[in-house]
């Protein structure tokens, strides 16, 4: 005697046996880059500073703002972004900002306080000329509606 078995699956089983595996679809992760255009510290517009990294031929970061003509340069590895040059650019701006201060305060407080007294005699006149401009033209405003006001008398 033989016994034979049947087998059979509902469609909502799934075999894959004997057929080839199928690839999962590889999601390519957009890379975030660096922008190469960034903002001027000197003019303040924005995206006019470029960045070119020469890591081949001089091993040099240039730095070159397009509106104002200010550059900078310094000496870069393989490992260097355009940010990082940007980044010493703003440091080294800051160091040479902090030493001009530090030399105007040691040897001109005596100037500072004249430059502070010419300020405030120059705040002075000019809030005087502004109150005297306001009241200028408070009364010709006022001259202006006497004109247009009509006589009572002629209505009645």
């Avoid at 595996?21 to 190469?36: E, G, P, Y």
Wanted: glycine letters at 4%; aromatic letters at 6%; a negative charge.
């Amino acid at each position: 005697m033989r016994l034979v078995f049947e087998v059979r699956f509902s469609g909502n089983t799934r075999l894959n046996m004997g057929k080839r595996k199928s690839k999962a679809r590889v999601i390519k992760k957009a890379r975030q880059t660096v922008s190469t255009q960034l903002d001027c510290l000197f003019c303040n517009h924005s995206k006019t500073v470029e960045c070119k990294l020469d890591k081949i031929d001089t091993h040099t970061g240039t730095i070159r703002c397009r509106v104002c003509g200010v550059s900078f340069q310094m000496e870069i590895n393989h490992l260097t972004d355009p940010i990082d040059v940007y980044s010493e650019w703003i440091d080294e701006t800051e160091r040479l900002n902090s030493q001009i201060d530090e030399e105007n305060v040691q040897g001109d407080e005596d100037e500072a306080d004249e430059a502070a007294e010419d300020a405030l005699y120059n705040t002075e006149i000019e809030r005087r000329h502004n109150r005297r401009k306001y009241d200028e033209d408070a009364e010709h405003d006022e001259e202006q509606q006497s004109e247009h006001e009509e006589p009572e008398d002629l209505h009645n």
